[in-house]
């Protein structure tokens, strides 16, 4: 058992929508420096599990605990504000708006002195400057920060979400369906970037369809069933058929085994 | 251009051209707060009667009722940011589309008109009214301030649109407004600020009308300014789609609108093919936004 303290975590978690249950006592935890994937059935609760974690929406019963401290998110205004960011399958962008722009959306940079405190002119080349260094690190490929967001790939846009949330992101990072609406080869191109955000050491959360990219990239994996979470597997113990079988529950699932484990880290060396 | 200069010798001349540029004055800022709407995606249909109730109103209040004419100025400015206000709260909060909202503003603004008015005209105006009707020589052509003052609404509305975070949020809103919202911009504020900004230069655009016209209208600004305002900002590239365009383009369109109906009156069109010429002309400019478009998607 790892003395890691979970970086965000759920107990009993309640969600009603009229007479549907929509999540019936689910508990979650995210530890340090991992990709936690969240699998489950279409109506099994990982979208509403999703939400109550991001703000979008405010459980009816149960605790949020980010650093151990509770939390009480009314709007995804509120957890942005704690360090989560979320991106969403839709290519939430703004596409006649550069690169650079959509970085820095809703947290422009102005010039120092009168200039930007008086006539508020933005600081447009410090800006760049810095998207595109940000860009280098999480090796993004485009030719320049100016490129209006429309005159990209699906995939090339998904990176530059994905870029914005890990540019903000203090604490962790949630991926909903980031691949959903790509194509095969620019899935792989978010997938890449996915793992390579979760090297830099933000935790990750995905939600996604697809079990071989999600026993790729996770390094655990929730699995949710009628609104509470039913196993907690890795790759390693667990294989594509077993999660399906639990998923969908023709076999039981098998909480406490890794439930409390922190996720694999050889340099931790535990 | 080319096209009126050869049909009259009158178009190329330095007085014509300063003469067009005041008949630009007020659709040019008119079409400023056109532009800001548009540009999120909205549609303002009323600009034209708003802009004749302030006009009246400053008229009126300065002539009639003895106001100050600086307060009867300000009274009818306030009078159009007032409808800005009321649409801003409509489109944001009741959650109206601004197509509506505006017909509805358009006829309200219109009864308010003549029902102030009583059907009268306003003459002769106070000399603080006239102030932006009054010209200046520059470079061998008269320049009215009140063609000074467009040229200056224009820069600020350059200014904030390119070179300020809230330029960049109303561009986001029109773009995706979803996208916009998830970032954390307050949305209905920016569309809330669009619209009051729109009242304003509509109400400026009062003043600069009954500079130009020397005289309190209840007829005017109603008929040609509404179709004029859109079709400057359609033809200055501003997608009516929302989060495409600038104001410069605007400014270039207006000019256009105005050179193509002084060049129409020059070589002496009648005004009801004026209107038929302008109806077709929005059309296609707004056709061609279209295509653009769908070439995108």
Redesign the interface.
């Known amino acids: 058992m790892s003395t890691t303290r979970p970086i965000l975590e759920a107990r009993g978690l309640v969600k009603r929508f009229g007479q549907v249950v929509a999540l019936d006592g689910a508990d979650f935890e995210l530890y340090p420096d991992e990709i936690l994937a969240i699998i489950g059935d279409n109506g099994a609760g990982k979208s509403t599990l999703i939400k109550t974690l991001s703000g979008a929406l405010q459980p009816d019963d149960g605790e949020i605990r980010l650093d151990g401290e509770p939390v009480h998110f009314r709007s995804?205004?509120d957890a942005?504000r704690a360090g989560i960011e979320?991106v969403?399958q839709d290519l939430?962008?703004?596409?006649?708006?550069d690169i650079a722009?959509n970085i820095f959306?809703?947290?422009?940079r102005?010039r120092r002195g009168p200039l930007g405190l008086v006539?508020?002119?933005?600081d447009k080349r410090a800006m760049r400057r810095e998207a595109a260094r940000h860009f280098e690190e999480l090796k993004i490929g485009v030719q320049s920060m100016t490129q209006p967001v429309?005159n990209l790939s699906g995939g090339q846009r998904q990176g530059v979400a994905v870029a914005?949330a890990a540019k903000w992101a203090e604490r962790l990072a949630i991926m909903d369906e980031p691949t959903a609406a790509l194509g095969v080869k620019e899935t792989r191109q978010v997938l890449d970037l996915i793992g390579r955000v979760r090297e830099r050491g933000l935790p990750v959360i995905l939600i996604s369809h697809d079990m071989p990219h999600v026993f790729e990239l996770a390094d655990r994996i929730q699995i949710m069933r009628l609104g509470k979470r039913v196993a907690v597997v890795t790759p390693q113990t667990h294989t594509m058929p077993e999660a399906v079988a639990i998923m969908t529950g023709a076999t039981r699932g098998e909480l406490e085994q890794v439930l409390h484990k922190a996720p694999p880290d050889p340099e931790r060396g535990e | 251009m080319a096209f009126f200069s050869l049909k009259s010798d009158r178009f190329l001349q330095a007085q014509n051209l300063s003469l067009v540029l005041q008949q630009v004055m007020v659709v040019g800022v008119l079409a400023i707060g056109q532009t800001l709407i548009i540009l999120t995606a909205g549609i303002d249909l009323s600009v034209g009667t708003v802009m004749a109730l302030g006009q009246i109103i400053m008229a009126k209040l300065a002539v009639a009722s003895g106001v100050p004419p600086l307060e009867a100025m300000a009274l009818g400015i306030l009078t159009c940011v007032g409808f800005g206000v009321l649409t801003g709260v409509l489109v944001t909060r009741v959650r109206l589309p601004p197509f509506i909202v505006t017909l509805g503003t358009l006829n309200i603004a219109f009864a308010l008109t003549h029902i102030v008015s009583n059907d009268l005209t306003f003459s002769p105006l106070p000399s603080q009214e006239l102030f932006f009707g009054k010209t200046f020589s520059f470079a061998g052509a008269d320049v009215t301030y009140g063609v000074v003052l467009m040229f200056v609404l224009y820069a600020v509305a350059w200014?904030g649109l390119t070179?300020?975070?809230?330029g960049?949020?109303v561009?986001?809103v029109g773009?995706?407004k979803?996208?916009?919202r998830?970032?954390?911009?307050n949305t209905d504020r920016v569309l809330f600020g669009v619209y009051t900004i729109a009242g304003l230069s509509y109400g400026i655009a009062a003043m600069l009308l009954l500079a130009r016209t020397e005289l309190g209208d209840p007829n005017a600004g109603q008929t040609t300014e509404n179709l004029d305002s859109i079709t400057a900002v359609v033809l200055g590239g501003t997608s009516l789609f929302g989060?495409?365009g600038t104001v410069i383009g605007t400014l270039i369109g207006a000019v256009i609108v105005g050179v193509f109906r002084n060049g129409l009156t020059l070589i002496g069109v009648e005004v009801i093919y004026q209107y038929l010429v302008t109806g077709i002309l929005v059309i296609l400019a707004v056709a061609v936004d279209q295509l653009a478009h769908r070439r995108?998607a």
């Open positions: 995804p205004r942005r979320t969403y939430a962008v703004a596409p006649a708006l722009a959306l809703g947290r422009e102005q006539l508020r002119l933005l429309e914005r | 200014y070179q300020t975070a809230w960049r949020h561009y986001a773009d995706n979803e996208a916009a998830l970032t954390g911009i989060g495409r995108q």
